[in-house]
């Protein structure tokens, strides 16, 4: 009797206490995103005045290469990938300057016109703030990461205006196919709390209900099945052209401010050729999509090689706006190629990039559900996890570790991180070509024999 109530008293104070850190660093989060998405809203303004500013992309990439070089080597890497490392590696230990390079960093990119996301760096903003909790509190190792996974969700949450997709999001993003149920309880505080003190400071969020959603059919269900697979398609490409970016990149044996230069100035001279719509977060784009306008058939391919650019070519910030691109403009494009209403589709798409992307099938599908209203989400859900599947085990976030096999047919490393992992894979004899291929060479054996 005395253990059972031993260990309801600890798990009562246990409860109590990641609620009243979990808020703090909610309502901490919450103010950073609020500033620092005030800050790009304003800039964008700004720039937006005058048509020409893309222009400003070689002197905006050349002046994050040089902070990234001279200020804060160890922030290299886009924003997301940044703070999964810092969970995984270093207990969540984030040093405190990581935070004003971050902001200025993607400020600097996105005013001048590069193309790259919010999210990863209000994430990794929060990350930093409540790593700097953590020193105050005098946290280590379990503790310590459970605080920072708190600002991770609280960041996602708030920037996204999703609290629940968000919170979970900042969780499953962490591990491929596993989630940490330990800290669910303080993400979920986290995010809510930040996405609240975000929309009481005045921070607006996208909402766009879908009001039209075919009756269920056989042939329509098939239809999401087929934009599943297109969905993980096309999130297969964005990943591997980030990554031939970066091989590309790293090949070029020149200093870092030169190829900052030489990456404006390709994007200017794309610019010129296809137009401004892949430039900075590309809202308006999404937004059209998602409207069921049309949109270029090629957006959302020149997005992923915009992007490519910017986060090879010393540009820095996200990639879940610009996945949210990628997908709201491919669905479009497939609408007229399967004869499905484009808008729900650009939905559809919207989702299943991240959770291809970004491998979090269950964010994703939370987040259909929180944007678009319920009734999409048993299409949202389906085509968010066969693009997770098809997507294969690589990710836009590479410092993702790998919990789970995407086919036991694969022989894939448990516990490695994605970008470490041979996109080529050894398939095992138990699956059924190598049973095949066992049971030819015993039948030669045979043979010979005879």
Not at 63 to 75: G, M
Not at 259 to 278: D, F, H, N, Q, S
Not at 306 to 329: D, K
Request: charged share 15%; net charge positive; with cysteine.
């Amino acid at each position: 009797m005395k253990t059972r109530l031993k260990e309801e008293s600890v798990i009562l104070v246990s409860v109590v206490k990641w609620i009243v850190l979990a808020t703090i660093v909610g309502i901490i989060v919450g103010l950073s995103t609020t500033m620092f998405v005030s800050s790009l809203n304003w800039g964008a303004v700004l720039v937006n005045q005058y048509p020409l500013y893309f222009l400003l992309m070689p002197a905006g990439f050349l002046l994050s290469a040089i902070i990234i070089k001279y200020i804060f080597p160890a922030a290299e890497g886009h924003g997301g990938n940044s703070v999964i490392e810092a969970i995984h590696k270093r207990s969540g230990k984030i040093q405190a300057i990581a935070v004003p390079v971050e902001f200025l960093r993607t400020f600097v990119t996105l005013t001048s016109g590069g193309s790259a996301g919010k999210e990863g760096p209000s994430a990794q903003i929060g990350a930093g703030l409540a790593s700097i909790f953590a020193d105050f509190l005098r946290f280590e190792g379990a503790d310590r990461r459970k605080l920072v996974i708190c600002g991770i969700s609280g960041g996602f949450a708030s920037v996204f205006g999703t609290p629940l997709a968000g919170a979970i999001f900042g969780m499953e993003v962490l591990l491929v196919g596993s989630i940490r149920y330990d800290v669910l309880l303080p993400s979920f505080v986290a995010g809510i709390i930040s996405y609240q003190v975000s929309s009481w400071l005045g921070l607006t969020y996208f909402y766009h209900p879908i009001t039209f959603v075919p009756v269920f059919s056989e042939a329509f269900f098939v239809k999401v099945i087929i934009a599943g697979v297109f969905f993980g398609i096309a999130s297969f490409i964005f990943v591997e052209v980030l990554r031939l970016g970066k091989k590309v990149s790293s090949n070029l044996k020149i200093p870092l401010e030169l190829k900052a230069v030489l990456g404006g100035l390709l994007l200017v001279g794309i610019t010129y050729a296809a137009g401004r719509e892949y430039l900075g977060l590309g809202l308006d784009t999404i937004q059209a999509a998602l409207e069921g306008k049309d949109v270029p058939w090629h957006a959302f391919l020149l997005k992923s090689v915009f992007t490519s650019v910017t986060l090879s070519f010393g540009g820095h910030g996200g990639i879940g706006t610009p996945i949210f691109y990628v997908g709201a403009t491919a669905g479009s494009l497939l609408s007229k190629i399967i004869n499905v209403d484009p808008a729900m589709l650009s939905a559809i798409g919207f989702v299943s990039l991240l959770a291809g992307a970004a491998n979090t099938p269950i964010a994703a599908s939370i987040m259909a559900i929180e944007l678009f209203g319920p009734e999409i989400a048993p299409y949202a859900a389906v085509s968010c996890v066969i693009s997770f599947v098809i997507t294969g085990h690589r990710s836009a976030y590479p410092s993702q570790i790998l919990a789970v096999k995407k086919s036991s047919s694969l022989d894939v490393s448990l516990g490695d991180e994605l970008g470490n992992l041979n996109p080529e894979y050894r398939q095992r004899e138990k699956s059924l070509l190598g049973a095949v291929r066992h049971l030819w060479e015993l039948t030669g054996k045979v043979k010979n024999k005879k």
